[in-house]
């Protein structure tokens, strides 16, 4: 199917060897979130790369090559646009639980063209539900807490060639997401500071992503929205 965020999706699929060129079925696609936003295509352990919708010569290539030595079963990829002093990167959630992210070689920030605005109401764009709680006063003994933030990408940090992280549990790395995950997604949002809304999906259940607090709001918890009414419009 196709979807270019201004009109209702296609109604005739199409196969994906057709239309891409690429042996289905697919294990992942990501594209990033950056001004070239070139399309990458993931299958067991090779990759294929698209700039505005043309294969890229010399493609497909293996994963390892292309994103430092990465390996395993990838299940779905996460594009993380680059804000303040966090660079751009992209984290890939395997079929085992573990997740790997990989860091982008960093280069001088510039300014993309105006993009087409996405006029399609995806979920991401419904006011979100707020829950306020009131809590019986309580007469307790002050706690003072210190915190100390750890910044990874410091001012001025600029990456020459692109880094893979260690693999970490992907529930443990985002509080809030349970064992299995099927597919994440990023999308455009010019109302968030970084210009996206990240989700990820398992079974009929879907979750907002704090990128840079690593935690994960339970949407169908809170809201009683599920992936196949609201992100399929399935009865």
């Given amino acids: ?82 804000y303040n002093n966090r660079p751009e990167s992209v984290y890939f959630i395997k079929k085992d639980g573990n997740m790997q992210q990989y860091v982008y070689r960093q280069e001088p920030a510039k300014k993309c063209r105006r993009r087409t605005r996405v006029t399609i109401r995806y979920p991401a764009y419904v006011p979100r539900l707020i829950i306020r709680r009131r809590l019986p006063r309580a007469v307790r003994t002050p ?36 064992k299995v995950i099927h597919y994440t997604v990023s999308l455009p949002n010019y109302n968030k500071p970084d210009g996206y809304d990240y989700y990820a999906f398992s079974y009929n259940r879907y979750y907002s992503l704090d990128v840079g607090k690593r935690i994960a709001r339970p949407v169908t918890a809170l809201t009683g929205k599920t992936v196949s009414k609201d992100w399929f419009n399935c009865p």
């Fill in 1 to 82: 199917w196709l979807l270019n965020g201004r009109s209702p999706p296609t109604t005739n699929p199409r196969r994906i060897s057709e239309g891409w060129g690429i042996p289905s079925p697919i294990d992942a696609v990501f594209s990033r979130c950056n001004c070239d936003g070139k399309t990458f295509f993931i299958k067991g352990p090779l990759y294929w790369r698209f700039t505005n919708g043309v294969m890229d010569k010399g493609y497909p290539k293996p994963l390892a090559n292309g994103f430092a030595g990465l390996r395993g079963k990838i299940v779905a990829t996460l594009p993380v646009a680059r």
């Fill in 143 to 178: 706690t003072v807490i210190q915190t100390v933030r750890i910044n990874p990408y410091p001012s001025g940090f600029l990456l020459l060639a692109g880094f893979l992280h260690n693999e970490v549990k992907v529930n443990a790395y985002w509080r809030g997401l349970p």
